[in-house]
């Protein structure tokens, strides 16, 4: 999972006047390598643009501006993204249909994406949202199954098997002493000129009725491959090898650590990205940009 992403690209990829739409979606990252296009590979930001440029017939590929950009394996239930399109072509969109161009570009998007990706909702977006910076949470969820005997084999795919019990009680209690503003350098990929600060509101461990350990993970925003870092630094915890403070003390060095394993891509699954209402989407889109420190 990244949130380190390039600056959004200008208002409408180059046109005079342009038509903000929002785009919810979700995939199964499986054969996908990840969100970002990158050449001679399969991605999310590839099937997507191509998609909405079939159905606009625009001159130029759409360009998108995500809220996550999810690695290599990593899953969607609730990615949203936003579009810059030309207004006359959003127009046309419906050809001889009564349907808004809203609800003929849903269907006609689904009508043309691949069965690993569905777009649940297509709508012009409020003014000042910005799919990326107006956001100010993005929940994530990894599962793990430390009972392989009892994994649903329909949600292989989306679950990582460990064949060593889990103390989710100790992870529990471990994992709320990372909460908060602070720098989460330790579980992050270093990037010239990018902060590695976050807000991390919550961090909890639970089992599920079907036996399936689960972590839920939110916050502002996630450094690249930040939440995978999270989930694996209380592997340890969970299985006895280190004490409940141990985590604390790898967030507190800042600096990776050997103990701690990133964990595979596909037990994880973004789960939702939440806006402000629309009156405080400027406020907050120049609030996300404002270079963050370390509290204490």
């Known amino acids: 999972m990244n949130d ?3 600056a959004a690209p200008p208002g409408g990829g180059g046109l005079a006047s342009s038509l903000r739409i929002r785009l919810d979606f979700g995939y199964d990252g499986t054969a996908f390598s990840g969100w970002a296009m990158q050449p001679g590979k399969r991605t999310v930001e590839d099937e997507l643009s191509a998609a909405l440029t079939l159905i606009l017939r625009a001159v130029r590929p759409v360009r998108l501006v995500v809220a996550g ?3 290599a394996g990593v899953h969607a239930r609730g ?4 579009a810059d399109v030309d207004p006359a072509g959003w127009a046309l969109v419906p050809g001889r249909s009564t349907r808004s161009p809203a609800e003929s570009a849903l269907a006609r998007l689904n009508g043309v994406l691949p069965a690993d990706m ?3 909702g297509v709508s012009v977006a409020p003014e000042g949202f910005n799919a990326r910076f107006s956001a100010i949470e993005r929940r994530y969820l990894y599962r793990i199954c430390d009972q392989p005997h009892l994994l649903d084999p329909l949600r292989r795919r989306d679950t990582l098997i460990h064949r060593r019990p889990l103390d989710v009680a100790a992870m529990q209690a471990s994992a709320h002493h990372l909460l ?3 720098d989460f350098a330790a579980f992050a990929k270093r990037r010239e000129g990018a902060t590695t600060i976050r807000t991390l509101l919550e961090f909890s461990w639970v089992r599920g009725g079907d036996g399936v350990v689960e972590a839920r993970v939110v916050a502002d925003a996630f450094c690249r491959s930040m939440v995978r870092a999270l989930v694996g630094v209380m592997i340890p915890v969970g299985e006895g090898r280190q004490p409940a403070g141990w985590p604390a003390q790898v967030l ?3 600096r990776r650590h050997p103990g701690v394993v990133v964990m595979p891509a596909h037990g994880l699954s973004l789960e939702q990205v939440t806006y402000p209402p629309d009156v405080d ?4 889109h120049r609030e996300s940009r404002v270079r963050r420190s370390p509290v204490g």
């Open 281 to 284: 989407l400027d406020r907050r």
């Open 4 to 6: 380190i992403e390039p």
């Open 118 to 120: 569905v777009v649940h």
């Open 69 to 71: 950009r999810t690695d």
């Open 252 to 254: 507190v060095a800042g």
């Open 180 to 182: 908060g503003l602070r």
């Open 79 to 82: 990615a949203v993204a936003h």
